[in-house]
């Protein structure tokens, strides 16, 4: 079941679309002479950013997963019980 670990990487996939769209940004045309000293660090920072964000979504995924087949237990469980509970 979903707990903090899944706040925790939904805030880590927050942070790198938020850290992304800085670096789209700085890395802009307009603005583009102005960081060219640190472009390359930028760059390299952008693609570390991505691969976390590939690894905080999967996990995610699995979070999502594993809380679908919970709730299909739970919501097959209540059917078993409102079944049983008709019959009587």
């Keep these: 079941m979903p707990g903090s670990g899944s706040a925790v990487v939904f805030q880590g996939m927050l942070a790198c679309k ?6 789209s940004l700085t890395i802009d045309e307009k ?3 102005k960081y060219s ?7 390299r920072s952008q693609e570390e950013i991505s691969i ?3 690894i905080f979504i999967s996990y995610f995924m699995k979070t999502l997963f594993s809380l679908k087949r919970s709730l299909n237990l739970e919501i097959f469980e ?3 019980k409102l079944k049983a509970w008709i019959k009587i």
């Design 37 to 43: 000293h640190v472009l390359p660090e930028i760059l």
């Design 18 to 23: 938020l850290l992304a769209t800085v670096i």
């Design 31 to 33: 603005r583009n002479n």
């Design 52 to 54: 976390f964000f590939q």
């Design 78 to 80: 209540i059917n078993l």
